[in-house]
């Protein structure tokens, strides 16, 4: 079985810095595109930020600046680097990444369990 688990959540301040890790265990064939999204009270899940396997970044346009998406392959893990928080970027943020498990079989799409952060005002 294939699993994300999140870690790097926590309570800061605006204004602090907070780093969110994701490790993908299990049978791995290739880990393609990695994605953080987050979800505040009341809200719709919203795509944070995304890399691909080749290391290609995307981000909402309204955290271009203050979030950094990173990974390191050898380790399976997915990094997202939050800067200059606020209030409003309080949310569960949840890893999701594309897994092929086998070399002939297609990729899967998989959620980790999320990590609440919480930025204070």
């Known amino acids: 079985q294939v699993q994300l688990v999140e870690s790097g959540g926590g309570l800061v301040q605006a204004g602090g810095s907070l780093r969110l890790s994701c490790e993908a265990s299990?049978?791995?064939?290739?880990?393609?595109?990695m994605r953080w999204f987050r979800q505040a009270p009341g809200k719709q899940r919203e795509l944070v930020a995304a890399?691909?396997?080749?290391?290609?970044?995307n981000y909402a346009d309204s955290l271009k600046g203050r979030f950094t998406i990173s990974r390191d392959n050898a380790k399976s893990t997915v990094h997202l680097q939050m800067n200059s928080l606020k209030s409003e970027d309080t949310a569960v943020y949840y890893c999701?990444?594309?897994?092929?498990?086998?070399?002939?079989?297609?990729?899967?799409?998989?959620w980790g369990q999320g990590t609440q952060v919480t930025v204070s005002s």
């Open positions: 999701n990444a594309d897994i092929q498990r086998y070399r002939f079989v297609q990729a899967t799409n998989y």
């Open positions: 299990g049978i791995i064939f290739r880990l393609n595109d």
């Open positions: 890399i691909t396997s080749g290391g290609t970044t």
